[in-house]
């Protein structure tokens, strides 16, 4: 069973950092696409970035090269590097895999996801 767990939310001022995590387990990460989404209050879950198996990446528009998505898979990890964080950032923040080797930007296509981690930035 393919497992995938977040962490490195919090609260953070606006202009600052954070550096989320998302272990998978259970599964052959190299070959997933990965990808990393966000739930605001209210709002429907958009995507934010994403990654496939031989590290090609996409980004939202709404990225402004502020967020940098990386993994390693010699550790069945997945990073978010969010830089000049913004209020509009707070949000529940989902990593997800998808077992093509398409990079998708929609959230149906992808298999797996984890619970989320809660990024709060303060104005």
């Known amino acids: 069973q393919v497992q995938l767990v977040e962490s490195g939310g919090g609260l953070v001022q606006a202009g600052g950092s954070l550096r989320l995590s998302c272990v998978v387990s259970?599964?052959?990460?190299?070959?997933?696409?990965m990808g990393w989404f966000r739930q605001a209050p209210g709002k429907e879950r958009e995507f934010v970035t994403a990654?496939?198996?031989?590290?090609?990446?996409h980004r939202a528009d709404f990225v402004k090269g502020r967020f940098t998505i990386s993994r390693d898979n010699a550790k069945n990890t997945v990073y978010l590097q969010m830089n000049s964080l913004e209020p509009e950032d707070t949000a529940v923040y989902y990593c997800?895999?998808?077992?093509?080797?398409?990079?998708?930007?929609?959230?149906?296509?992808?298999?797996?996801w984890g619970p989320g981690t809660q990024v709060t930035v303060s104005s």
């Open positions: 997800a895999a998808d077992q093509t080797i398409v990079l998708h930007t929609t959230a149906g296509p992808y298999d797996y």
């Open positions: 990654v496939t198996w031989s590290g090609y990446t």
């Open positions: 259970g599964g052959t990460f190299s070959r997933y696409a």
